[in-house]
């Protein structure tokens, strides 16, 4: 599994309750943009679209020895996946404060890029600082540990 790109502060703004693999509807440009390792997933969210989930705000820049029939780097992207999980998805995010985030872009071991998904409800200011705080704490008593073995 390679992963191409991470969304590192959809943990820090979201408690994240469940987690989902979709594949995604990609041109071939897209898909080479992808194997060069850029993208961004700062921004995006899915979004329900005539009972179907589509990743909104995904930048994909264009491929660099493309030509004119190149991909838009911020178009919206299918997301593949069973009717269940998307009607699962679809009652989770229709409750009040739940929203469907990507968590990273990667490519499976059979070679499809695929999106993890997870269903959060935003943190509040004090939950933000208390997660620092616990990070923190692990890091100076991971150091500790280690200054003490050597």
């Known amino acids: 599994m390679k992963t191409i790109a991470a969304n590192k502060k959809a943990r820090h703004d979201y408690h994240i309750m469940e987690e989902y693999e979709a594949g995604l509807m990609l ?35 264009e491929y660099e020895n493309g030509n004119i029939q190149n991909h838009e780097p911020l178009r919206d992207r299918k997301l593949l996946l069973h009717k269940k999980e998307v009607n699962k998805i679809i009652g989770s995010i229709s409750q009040k404060g739940f929203v469907c985030v990507p968590l990273s872009v990667y490519f499976s071991s059979s070679g499809y ?6 269903i ?6 004090y939950d933000k600082r208390e997660a620092i705080k616990k990070d923190m704490q692990k ?5 500790d540990l280690r200054i003490k073995n050597k």
């Open 27 to 61: 041109t071939g440009t897209e898909v080479k943009s992808l194997r060069d390792g850029r993208a961004s997933l700062i921004g995006s969210f899915a979004k329900v679209i005539n009972e179907e989930l589509f990743l909104i705000g995904t930048h994909i820049p």
């Open 113 to 118: 890029a695929k999106v993890k998904l997870g």
């Open 120 to 125: 959060g409800k935003g943190k509040k200011l």
């Open 139 to 143: 890091r100076d008593i991971d150091r």
